[in-house]
């Protein structure tokens, strides 16, 4: 069973870096084919798709970020990494990391979510 | 970007009705539409996909219609366990997005 489990610092304050952690149970995203994925969910709950990572190499980001947002991972542990720089308060959202389907072809759907991460940004 | 517009944003509704929600493309999608189901604290949960396919494990209750830019979501008969949110995303076209979301209360 595919388990996700995003892990964040709660708190950042304005201008900093955000970073958060998801940690992947149920199978190795080194295995290669899927999508790994951002979404953050703002306080009013709408949904946005930040960006993912394939194969470990490439990443695809949305353009409304601007270029402040990395996404990345630790094969070794399974983890992957989200850093969103020069935050505001407009940041403040729940970030989720999610996988798709397995289609090897972009754009995708997502049918495993992790429980979300809540990070407020405030100083 | 895409846009997604749900309508209605909010709906009340009893136990055993038929509830249909739409969402719109601002421009043709094909069948390249899923469905989510969202509870209060919890992550989005895949209900369908390519518009109307049914996600494994989800009850028969549950349908999804349409093409090109209009889409629905049809709960045949509404169970307690349906009272929840519910969003709509396109991946027909770079960058992925999502409707705004449709909120099923309880009457």
């Known amino acids: 069973q595919v388990h996700l489990q995003e892990s964040g610092p709660g708190l950042v304050r304005p201008s900093q870096t955000l970073s958060v952690s998801c940690s992947v149970s149920g199978i190795s995203i080194s295995s290669g084919g899927y999508y790994w994925t951002w979404v953050r969910q703002l306080p009013g709950g709408g949904l946005e798709w930040l960006g993912y990572i394939f194969n470990g190499v490439t990443t695809y980001y949305n353009p409304s970020l601007k270029g402040r947002l990395t996404i990345s991972e630790d094969r070794s542990k399974n983890q992957l990494f989200l850093n969103l720089t020069s935050v505001t308060a407009a940041d403040t959202a729940i970030y989720y990391c999610a996988r798709d389907s397995g289609r090897a072809a972009r754009p995708v759907y997502f049918d495993r979510w992790g429980q979300g991460s809540l990070v407020t940004v405030s100083s | 970007d895409v846009q997604m517009t749900q309508s209605p944003s909010m709906l009340s509704a009893s136990v055993g009705d038929r509830v249909t929600i739409t969402c719109r493309a601002s421009?043709?999608?094909?069948?390249?539409l899923a469905w989510y189901q969202q509870k209060p604290g919890k992550a989005p949960k895949l209900l369908i996909y390519?518009?109307?396919t049914l996600e494994r494990g989800v009850p028969s209750r549950f349908s999804g219609s349409g093409s090109g830019t209009e889409f629905s979501l049809t709960i045949s008969s509404l169970q307690p366990d349906d009272f929840a949110s519910y969003y709509c995303?396109?991946?027909?076209?770079?960058?992925?997005?999502f409707g705004q979301g449709t909120k099923v209360e309880m009457k």
């Open positions: 421009q043709s999608i094909s069948q390249w």
């Open positions: 390519s518009a109307s």
């Open positions: 995303q396109q991946y027909h076209s770079y960058s992925e997005t």
